[in-house]
């Protein structure tokens, strides 16, 4: 637990690949007691993804294990699913970095 009460948390230690801004997590920490971290979405011909990660102010993961989103529009080309794979694979080293 963070020694500091959440009140007076002005900022919340982010990891690189984080897109959200400092104003919705201090209201998340607020709420819910802690930050969700999304990176950007990366996407390509049919399909995205994108990841998350709960963390306390100070950075630290809490709650629950990353989170890797990805979502299709169904049907791939071959050259489709090739770009997903590697994308995966990307996001996959991106979020147990
Ligand atoms: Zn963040």
Do not use: F, K
């Not at 982010?14 to 801004?21: I, K, Q, R, Y």
């Not at 994108?50 to 989170?67: F, I, L, S, Y």
């Amino acid at each position: 637990m963070s020694a500091l009460p959440i009140a007076s948390v002005t900022a919340v230690v982010c990891p690189a690949w984080c897109n959200v801004t400092q104003g919705t997590h201090l209201r998340e920490l607020r709420w819910e007691g802690r930050a969700l971290h999304w990176s950007d979405v990366r996407t390509g011909e049919g399909w995205e993804i994108r990841h998350a990660t709960a963390t306390d102010a100070d950075g630290h993961r809490v709650d629950t294990e990353p989170q890797v989103y990805v979502t299709t529009d169904g049907g791939l080309t071959l050259a489709g699913a090739e770009a997903l794979a590697l994308t995966l694979l990307a996001t996959y080293e991106e979020a147990t970095g």
